[in-house]
């Protein structure tokens, strides 16, 4: 249980790391998993659409 926990706060540590040292480089890959995100949300409703039809 210890070492979940140590790896948590590692993780975190190193996203606010990532966050204050590369701003944008952090937004861009915010971005393309919100992309990746809708694009599948897309292609589901697509394969729901054409199935129900």
């Known amino acids: 249980m210890q070492?979940?926990?140590?790896a948590t706060?590692?993780?975190v540590a190193f996203v606010?790391?990532?966050?204050?040292?590369r701003p944008?480089?952090?937004a861009n890959a915010v971005n393309g998993v919100f992309?990746?995100?809708?694009?599948?949300a897309?292609?589901?409703s697509l394969f729901?659409?054409?199935?129900l039809s």
């Open 3 to 6: 070492v979940k926990k140590v």
């Open 9 to 11: 706060y590692v993780a």
């Open 16 to 21: 606010a790391f990532y966050l204050f040292t």
């Open 24 to 26: 944008a480089d952090a």
């Open 35 to 40: 992309d990746g995100i809708v694009r599948a």
């Open 42 to 44: 897309d292609q589901l």
């Open 48 to 51: 729901f659409t054409r199935v």
